[in-house]
Nanobody, 116 residues
């Protein structure tokens, strides 16, 4: 079992920045990939960015150049640095972990609101 706790969401003005954190606990040695997804009201959950234990990363096209995913394996924590935030980035951001046996775990989500 893996437990995930996100933090760092909040209200930010357009053009601002936020850094989200997701701390994993439990069977963290089995985690292969961690990443971020988001879900805006009335929309489906979508990929933001993922990173594997091998260091490979993947971003949704609309986030490339603005968002950066990083991972501290020693702390079992993944971060999402978000710059140049836009109102359309407003959503609940969820952390996801996938183990080497392809079990997926989700965090409870953290709200990001971009508004003036």
């Amino acid at each position: 079992q893996v437990q995930l706790v996100e933090s760092g969401g909040g209200l930010v003005q357009p053009g601002g920045s936020l850094r989200l954190s997701c701390a994993a606990s439990g069977s963290t040695s089995n985690i292969y990939a961690m990443g971020w997804y988001r879900q805006a009201p009335g929309k489906q959950r979508e990929l933001v960015a993922t990173g594997t234990s091998r260091g490979t990363t993947n971003y949704a096209d609309s986030m490339k150049g603005r968002f950066t995913i990083s991972r501290d394996n020693a702390k079992s924590t993944v971060y999402l640095q978000m710059n140049g935030l836009k109102p359309e980035d407003t959503a609940v951001y969820y952390c996801k972990a996938v183990t080497t046996t392809w079990h997926a775990y989700w965090g409870q989500g953290t709200q990001v609101t971009v508004s003036s």
